[in-house]
């Protein structure tokens, strides 16, 4: 059982910067993928990066690449995302979320283990 806790939400200008953390309870977190899912009301959650079990791999959307960087401390039980250049687009509820396949955040979210609560980006122009 992984319990996930995100963190790090706020408002900022566009251009500027927030990092995100997602705090994870239990002993087998280095176990878990970790991602970071966004969503806006009245549209589809939209996945926006994941990190392998020892940060080997990572993964980034095509709208977030170059400017989000994910990273994780497993001493630490806990992931990041770091949100920089960031756009009024970026608005959104962020969730971070693990589960074991790699393959099941980015093919089948919905059936995702666990997921945070979220934490609201809002960037204003």
């Known amino acids: 059982q992984v319990q996930l806790v995100e963190s790090g939400g706020g408002l900022v200008q566009s251009g500027g910067s927030l990092r995100l953390s997602c705090a994870a309870s239990?002993?087998?977190?280095?176990?878990?993928?970790m991602g970071w899912f966004r969503q806006v009301p009245g549209k589809e959650r939209e996945f926006v990066a994941l990190?392998?079990?020892?940060?080997?791999?990572?993964y980034y959307s095509n709208s977030v690449k170059g400017r989000f960087t994910i990273s994780r401390d497993d001493a630490k039980n806990t992931g990041y995302l770091q949100m920089d250049s960031l756009k009024p687009e970026d608005s959104a509820i962020y969730y971070c979320?693990?589960?074991?396949?790699?393959?099941?955040?980015?093919?089948?979210?919905?059936?995702?283990?666990?997921w945070g609560q979220g934490t609201q980006v809002s960037v204003s122009s």
């Open positions: 979320a693990a589960d074991r396949q790699q393959s099941t955040l980015l093919l089948r979210p919905r059936s995702i283990n666990y």
């Open positions: 239990g002993r087998t977190f280095d176990s878990y993928v």
């Open positions: 990190i392998s079990t020892s940060a080997a791999t990572t």
